[in-house]
Every structure is written in C-alpha cells, then in structure tokens.
C-alpha cells in the first residue's frame, strides 16, 4: 500500500469477541471471531489508522443473534484512545431516547449508530432520534435494508423518497447511510429482489442524485454493498468517488478481515484517485463529522 492508503478512519467496524461462540454453523460466527487485539492489530500495522467501534442493539437483534451494547464499546475505545472511536446505540422505541443518547454522548461517544430497528425511516420514532441527534450535534450511520422482510435494518421504498423527506426535514443532522438498500441505488436501474445488483451503471440512480442535492447525506462506503456499488463499472465509481470526494466514508464493516479479495483500501488505491479527493474520503471526511 501507498503512504496515504496507511493513513484512514474506518468508519465501520465491529467487536465480536464478547461472545464465547466458536460454532462454525452459528450463522453470525465470523463476527464472533473479531477480537479487540484482531482489530487493533489490524490498525496498528498501517501508519495512522483508527477506526469508529459500532454498538449493535435494537429490539430486531435476536432475529440476527447479534448484540454489542454500547457499554462494551464504551469499556473497549476508552483502553485504546485515539485508535478506537465509540458511536452509541439506544433503540428508537424505547421511553428514555433522549436521556440515554444525551448520557452516552456525556461518556464520549461522537455519533449515533449502527441504527439497524425494523421501522420505516421516517417513523415517528425515528423521526424523535432526528431531532435528538440535531440537538447534540452528532452524525447517524443508519443501515438501510433491502425491504422490510429483512432481518433488521431501517426501511424506505425502493426509490428512497423517505431519505430525501428526513434529509430536507432535518438539515442540521449529518445522516451517514450504509446497507444495501441505499447503495442498490447507485443505478437508477435495478431488481428488487436483487440486493447487490451487477452490470455497469448506464444511468445514475437515487443515491447519486440524493448526495449531490443535499449537503447533510453521506455515504459509507463499507461493507460488501459499499464495495459491489464501486466495483460493479469501475469507470463510473472513479468518476463517483472524484464528484463525491466530500461525501464519502471510507469503512470496511469487517469486509476486509473476512473477505481480504473485497478490500475497499485496495480497490481506493488501484483507482488511482487524486490525493485531494482520497484523503477526502479516507479520513477527512469522517475526522469532520465526528471531531468537529
């Protein structure tokens, strides 16, 4: 790698290891494997890295199996500080939202996220998450899922007309938007039951068009979504990558740790982007949203 391909802020990332679970046929077991020393073994080898720690909790969590309270985070970042960034969650339905985000920001953490409950995006539950997040200035990294059958996530149709509605809505709040249902969109074209679609974008779709009409929407580039919207035409991620460079999250998801052919720092780098825009995107961005 580069030198500025060894300096990044994952935006992205997940502990597992709080969990003793060592069966293979458990469907969630390689997250099960990411140990803190993994993790920062991992950033410790690049020059200067770190990475944002995301809580995982919401009432949809035990269709997944797959908790990380936002204690834990809290307990891992405040051992590693500087390398390890906590962001808190706090389901959107529960009576206490505001009292229990305002108390974990008080503790250190500088965003809200992985929001993953099973509710439409402009729920009225979220929309109560909005405001409080714009109170306490804090960004919001929201998995947007296929549909609503999927196992968790935040829900909008397809054309992703909720996200513009809470994007105008709320515009002191910085929304950073990941999953497959927000990055299927970088086509105007695609199947719905297809929720990484292939083949090279002819027309850009709504997530394009969403990025460049508002200045509070980000895109996080993480995860195998992330990385099937940029490598799917080449051409058009190194245009989307150049046109966006202010908008966009370098983050892994761990997709790197389990799939190192799917590393989204490799694929940055053999872009060949300028240095203005990959610095942009590899940690700019993020140290702007989450630093001030």
């Known amino acids: 790698m580069g030198d500025l391909v060894s300096h990044f802020l ?3 990332t997940h502990i597992g290891c709080y969990r003793d679970i060592t069966n293979v046929n458990y469907p969630y077991y390689p997250w099960c494997k990411v140990t803190v020393e993994t993790l920062i073994s991992y950033l410790e080898s690049h020059d200067d890295a770190s990475a944002v720690i995301l809580p995982i909790y919401s009432w949809n969590s035990g269709n997944s199996g797959f908790i990380m309270p936002t204690e834990y985070v809290l307990d891992i970042c405040e051992k590693h500080p500087g ?17 229990r985000i305002t108390r974990y920001v008080d503790m250190g953490c500088k965003g809200f996220g992985e929001h993953t409950s099973k509710i439409p995006v ?14 306490l200035e804090i960004p919001i990294l929201m ?7 999927d196992d968790y996530g935040i829900f909008d149709t397809p054309d992703l007309k909720g996200i513009e ?16 249902g927000w990055w299927r969109c970088m086509s105007e074209k695609f199947n719905l039951e297809d929720s990484y679609p292939k083949g090279l974008i002819e027309q850009p ?3 394009v068009y969403i990025l460049e009409n508002y200045e509070n929407v980000y895109g996080d580039l993480s995860a195998f979504s992330g990385y099937n919207a940029l490598t799917r035409d080449l051409s058009f991620a190194k245009y989307f990558l150049e046109k966006f ?4 999250l370098y983050g892994t998801d761990m997709e790197w740790f389990f799939s190192p052919e799917n590393s989204h720092l490799r694929l940055l780098e053999e872009l060949n982007l300028s240095e203005e825009a990959l610095e942009n995107v590899l940690y700019k961005n993020a140290e702007k949203l989450i630093r001030g």
């Open 10 to 12: 994952d935006i992205h």
């Open 83 to 99: 390398r390890l960034i906590p962001f808190c969650v706090v389901e959107v339905r529960e009576i206490y939202l505001s009292e």
């Open 165 to 180: 509605k809470i994007a105008e809505q709320y515009s002191n709040v910085d929304f950073i938007m990941h999953g497959p």
């Open 143 to 149: 998995h947007i899922a296929a549909s609503g059958s």
């Open 122 to 135: 402009d729920h009225y539950c979220n929309l109560r998450l909005y405001k409080i997040c714009g109170k």
């Open 205 to 207: 779709g709504r997530t």
């Open 245 to 248: 460079n202010r908008k966009l």
